[in-house]
């Protein structure tokens, strides 16, 4: 496909054209075009070269001016303050670049892919085996599957991981448990599935946290318990795998109610890792990253200390030979550099882990596993709040259940669309509430840059008006609502016609779709596709308030605004699906 030519980018090639005729030292000279209130945009890139060239900025832009081809692309150009550039384009430009856009046969809006594409490898959603989900699994999850699908979209190769907690002490505590207890597993757990039967799994696991709080006999049980799993006792595995796929069913169901595709064979949990562990520690300890200290193999950092001031060490193995997270996280990175071949692989993680993945990756700097080519990112995230401004929990003063909140947003979100409703039968209401309610919850996500902690609140969340799902929702609906009113009459983009400022200020947005997606994409910031969606909405309410569609005042000017219309609404389809939300036709 070839992609289309951004108006931003037409305007730039015209301008360092200009520049260059009109200062030939500065023929690769940015002219540092950016959107602007005051035009359509502003360049301030010939303040520095003037100053450079020791010439009057403001000469030097009328000099600039006077080489500007203008007619096609730009219509005006005028030189503004000290030597800024203040430039509009022809409506002409703006409609026949739409026009493109809404041509592309693969249905990308002229989305380029990216020039060098190469093989990420993303670690997210990464719930605990016989853990209930809870509302600190919600981040990692929606921040993670929107990233996929916006490196994705720019034609990056894409790997999947979900590195479920799946090994260590509490499954030989857990398993210990159950043995020494069975009658505690409940006599009709082999018929129940899903939340169920993982609500039994978490009682039984806390109840064998307790136990191995206070009773050291069984907690020196359990730990021989954890031997036995690692040295791979029949009875314990096969305990153990009833565990992981009773699990698994479980995040299956919690996946598919937040709408998000989890495949079995990305999931590869601590134990995947197992086979790696002791080359991982031989490779460092002869290496010299990492040495034996107290009997623990550790790496040591300069500037890494404790509040007491000494070295804060990486413990890659413990003295009694038991591995940690070190270990498991070490080898990780090496099977997916040398197996995988990611050229970067993506952390999605509590910004509380912070400290710990700092001295991983920089252990695996120093092991040569991470280079320049290499690179290790963790896009670490904020907390959930409650409305309070306090970690989200329950009256009783426990994390709230996934499951829970993603309901309470379903049944919230089917209100509002039962009170809109005109025409929607019962079913098609509950499935209207669902993607209103899950949409809800994952753009009041998206929406806040992921480092920052945000507000939990459903009455915000599923509101009509405001930065939430619904308004974008509800505008995508509002112009089906058009297109369909408009019976034979189709869209048509007519590059004759003169725009009112609305439909200037629409188009010239929606034309700055595919530079959004390159820029959330290269950053991994969805809240960048969140922000540019809520303004086209915004734009567009404008527009619909301002400009009459199918009572326009010719034929041509229907047509046109039918077309502007529509391609709003496959941007605005286009971009939620960017973040995982879905665009109902009718609400």
């Known amino acids: 496909m070839a992609s289309v030519t951004s108006l931003t980018s037409a305007v730039h090639q015209r301008l360092a054209s200009a520049l260059s005729a009109a200062l030939p030292e500065a023929a690769d000279a940015d002219p540092l075009l950016r959107r602007s209130d005051r035009a359509d945009f502003q360049a301030n890139g010939i303040l520095a070269l003037a100053k450079k060239a020791k010439a009057n900025p403001r000469e030097l832009a009328t000099q600039v001016v006077g080489q ?119 006599h009709k757990a082999a018929e129940v599935t899903g939340e169920e039967a993982m609500s039994n799994l978490d009682r039984l696991y806390k109840a064998a946290r307790k136990l191995f709080d206070s009773d050291e006999e069984f907690k020196t049980r359990a730990r021989r318990r954890v031997v036995d799993l690692q040295a791979g006792d029949p009875h314990t595995l096969a305990m153990w795998q009833k565990f992981v796929d009773e699990s698994k069913i479980y995040f299956f169901s919690v996946f598919e109610k937040l709408d998000m595709e989890i495949r079995d064979p990305d999931i590869v949990g601590e134990s995947g890792y197992n086979d790696m562990l002791a080359e991982t520690c031989r490779l460092l300890e002869e290496s010299g990253v990492a040495v034996r200290s107290e009997g623990a193999l550790c790496v040591f950092f300069d500037d890494i200390k404790g509040p007491d001031g000494k070295p804060v060490p990486l413990i890659v193995q413990k003295s009694d030979g038991g591995y940690g997270y070190a270990a498991t996280d070490l080898s990780a990175i090496r099977d997916r550099v040398f197996n995988l071949k990611a050229n970067s692989i993506i952390y999605v993680v509590d910004a509380r882990q912070s400290l710990h993945f700092k001295m991983v990756f920089e252990t695996a700097r120093r092991a040569g596993w991470l280079n320049d080519d290499v690179k290790a990112y963790q896009l670490a995230f904020g907390t959930v709040l409650g409305k309070d401004g306090k970690p989200f929990k329950t009256r009783e003063g426990e994390t709230v259940r996934l499951v829970d909140l993603l309901d309470e947003a379903i049944d919230r979100a089917s209100s509002v669309v039962r009170e809109k409703a005109q025409d929607l039968s019962e079913e098609e209401i509950a499935e209207r509430g669902a993607q209103v309610g899950i949409g809800a919850v994952k753009y009041a996500d998206l929406s806040t840059s992921a480092n920052r902690d945000y507000k939990f609140d459903l009455d915000q969340m599923v509101s009509l008006n405001g930065d939430t799902s619904v308004y974008l929702q509800y505008a995508y609906a509002r112009i089906q609502s058009i297109l369909r009113k408009a019976g034979d009459v189709r869209p048509s983009a007519h590059p004759e016609l003169a725009l009112t400022d609305a439909e200037r200020a629409l188009g010239l947005h929606v034309d700055a779709f595919a530079e959004t997606v390159a820029e959330a994409a290269a950053e991994y910031a969805p809240h960048k596709m969140a922000a540019y969606l809520y303004q086209l909405a915004s734009l567009y309410t404008s527009f619909y308030d301002k400009c009459p569609v199918l009572k326009a005042e010719t034929p041509e000017q229907v047509e046109n605004r039918l077309f502007l219309c529509d391609v709003t609404a496959r941007t605005l389809h286009e971009g939620m699906a960017l973040l995982g939300i879905r665009t109902p036709e009718r609400l």
């Open 68 to 186: 500007v081809v203008t007619g096609d692309v730009i219509g005006t150009v005028e030189v503004s303050g000290p030597g800024f550039l203040n430039i509009t384009v022809t409506d002409k430009a703006i409609t026949e670049n739409l026009a493109a856009r809404a041509a592309d046969p693969e249905g990308r809006l002229g989305v380029p892919y990216t020039e060098r594409p190469g093989t990420t490898v993303i670690d997210y959603a990464q719930p605990n085996v016989a853990k209930e989900m809870h509302v600190g699994h919600l981040r990692s999850a929606v921040i993670g599957d929107s990233v996929v699908k916006l490196l994705e979209f720019t034609g990056e190769t894409v790997i999947r991981r979900h590195h479920i907690g799946d090994w260590g002490t509490q499954f030989g505590m857990l398993i210990q448990y159950l043995d020494e207890h069975p009658h505690e597993l409940d």
